[in-house]
């Protein structure tokens, strides 16, 4: 099982220039920090009028060198070659052919054979450039990344999350008297920023912002600035305040400016654009680092050790309604491997929504308890629907951890169930994990590989992606295939029906930032699909929770009553015909403000104290 860090890799290609005198290792570092594959771009000046032919044994001399440079660092990547009169016109050349995702340049290594500055490289480049001015460490923890604004800020916040180890500070800085949030371009971050850990967000307001930088700096290993957006006939990318800095600063500076054309001015839709990309970086981070695969967790001897180093109890919970063909086979699965086998679950139960056919007595048969989800809390009334079923799940369970299968999948293997838990097995920080898969979906007789999940990418998504696109990155946010922990879990909401997942990811979220939610892929997933019209009403109740959502967040009442009945169409011998269904999603309060529950949890804790004892 694969337990280390996770890689963010938000430069794969990387283009380094490498000359005749000197070596670029500052560069070669940075690039070594960020896991791109690196290509060394030789460069080879030629004074006029010598002839270019002149550097042929110069070029030979590089490209032994590169190769020698890549065989001390370990690197991976071609090397190539250019012999010119005008240098950093060629180098342009070269990556305009194939743009890298990010030109490194040291200070003052690469200037003066080059034949320019550094503020010169920084000015519409031709890709996402970065200039080094000091010696990069070897090893670094502290970043800090100061954020005044500009088309430069978000390719300076993901150059720092790539390089944190330990700690990022990203500080927003702006003059007395005005309101950090206040800019278009930080809108997007002021959002993110102080839900995403391991960063420290702050606003900052200074006269000097130079010296303010200079001063925080202090407790800084690396910082990371974004180029002015200047002219070069107004002092370029590189002004006053930031040659300032450079000449100052107590640690080494890393300078951005990316390829994007500049805005003709940074408010409006310009900024709103800035704040949308800042948004989109941290979700490729958080999908990057939080995104698993099940076959990282099948080495379950080793699931097991984890689980009883960190002392917890493991419950899973098979929601079921009118499952006979299936839930045997989903029973059996999961007792003879994760029960019999390897000792990973301390529970497993059936909870059932009234059945009708034999559902019940295989559970029973297989020795599952089971428990009819109406029948449980009395006092508190009985609803139709799955939530309501997972809700009540919290009450008859004892898990520190609580995992949900679904009980109709047809092909079942283990996966299903181990591939969830072992993200909050691995990362103590996470307290929910969503499946994903392939769906296939079958129309009579054929089967399409993929094509099932048509309410999540019809209309979980894309709300998501509309109203939280912090969570754009969820692949599938109603997938019945997930867990959490049971002190995050019970102090959440939950929708009573199909807005029950939609409801939970949101929730989560809110409370405990993206970081702590985690997805993991469990391959294919084979169901019975369901028909139109059930998707249609499906469709309904999560719209109903998306609102519901977003009523809590602005504080303002869109629904009424009127809404929740839906008009179904009927087609029958040549008519159409409407069928009103009333179509509610309704919502139970967290279990932590069940009485029973708390009365159940604190029984609970009392006798392990006196088992202990």
């Known amino acids: 099982m694969n337990t280390s860090q996770r890689p963010f890799v938000p430069f794969p290609h990387i283009a380094i220039p490498v000359l005749e005198e000197g070596e670029p290792t500052s560069a070669i570092r940075l690039a070594c920090a960020l896991g791109g594959q690196v290509t060394f771009v030789g460069l080879v000046c030629i004074e006029t009028p010598e002839a270019i032919s002149a550097g042929t044994q110069a070029a030979r001399r590089l490209r032994k060198k590169m190769d020698d440079l890549r065989g001390e660092m370990g690197l991976n990547g071609p090397n190539r070659v250019r012999v010119s009169h005008t240098p950093w016109d060629d180098l342009q050349a070269a990556l305009a052919e194939d743009p890298p995702d990010l030109l490194i340049l040291e200070d ?18 031709v890709c996402n450039t970065v200039l080094i001015h000091g010696v990069w460490p070897e090893q670094h923890q502290r970043v800090l990344v100061p954020l ?12 720092g999350l790539a390089l944190s180890s330990s700690e990022l500070r990203v500080i927003h800085l702006s003059p007395p008297g005005s309101q950090p949030a206040a800019e278009a371009p ?53 002004g006053p305040v930031l040659q300032n800095i450079l000449q100052k600063a107590p640690c080494p500076v890393a300078v951005v400016s990316n390829r994007q054309p500049r805005p003709s001015q940074w408010t409006g839709p310009e900024g709103e654009r ?6 989109s970086l941290l979700v490729d981070k958080w999908f990057a680092e939080n995104t698993y695969h099940a076959d990282e967790f099948d080495h379950l001897e080793r699931l097991v050790q984890l689980k009883e180093q960190q002392k917890v109890t493991i419950s899973l919970a098979l929601p079921a309604l009118d499952e006979e063909e299936t839930v045997g086979e989903v029973i059996s699965t999961i007792q003879d491997t994760l029960i019999r086998q390897y000792p990973l679950l301390d529970e497993m139960i059936l909870i059932d929504s009234n059945s009708s056919d034999r559902t019940r007595e295989i559970a029973s048969k297989l020795e599952v308890p089971v428990y009819i989800h109406q029948e449980l809390l009395p006092a508190h009334g009985s609803r139709a629907g799955k939530g309501e079923a997972l809700w009540k799940s919290l009450y008859v369970t004892h898990g520190d951890i609580i995992l949900w299968i679904d009980t109709d999948i047809v092909n079942i293997h283990p996966r299903f169930v181990y591939g969830v838990l072992g993200p909050l097995l691995l990362n103590p920080h996470l307290q929910f994990v969503k499946g994903f898969y392939q769906r296939p979906l079958r129309s009579g007789e054929k089967t399409q590989a993929t094509g099932g999940g048509r309410v999540t990418e019809l209309i979980a998504r894309p709300l998501l992606n509309l109203f939280y696109p912090e969570l754009s990155g969820v692949i599938q946010p109603l997938s019945g295939e997930y867990g959490g922990r049971r002190a995050a879990l019970e102090q959440m909401p939950f929708f009573s029906g199909y807005g029950v997942e939609t409801g939970l990811l949101i929730d989560v979220f809110e409370k405990y930032g993206l970081s ?44 009424e009553e009127v809404n929740k009945s839906m008009k179904l169409i009927h087609y029958e011998d040549g008519n159409y015909y409407l069928q009103i269904q009333e179509v509610v999603e309704r919502e139970r309060p967290p279990m932590l403000e069940i009485p029973e ?5 604190t029984s609970k804790q009392k006798d392990s104290i006196v088992g202990g004892t």
């Open 108 to 125: 003052p290594g690469h200037f003066e054979c080059l034949g320019i500055t550094p503020s010169m490289a920084l000015v519409d480049p």
């Open 148 to 159: 005044r604004g500009g088309p430069n800020a978000d390719m300076a916040l993901r150059l």
């Open 186 to 238: 930080f809108r997007g971050l002021e959002r993110v920023l102080p839900r995403l850990r391991g960063v420290k967000y702050e606003g900052l307001s200074s006269i000097n912002p130079a010296q303010e930088i200079l001063d925080q700096a202090n407790r800084a290993d690396l910082l990371v600035l974004g180029a002015s957006a200047r002219p070069v006939k107004e002092g370029g990318a590189i």
């Open 274 to 279: 800035a704040g949308s990309r800042a948004i």
């Open 516 to 559: 702590a939610i985690a997805q993991v892929d469990l391959l294919e997933r084979v169901h019975h699909n369901q028909s139109l019209e059930a998707l249609s009403k499906m469709s309904f109740v999560i719209l109903q929770a998306f609102i519901r959502k977003l009523e809590r967040r602005y504080n303002v009442s869109v629904l």
């Open 597 to 601: 529950y708390v009365q159940r949890q």
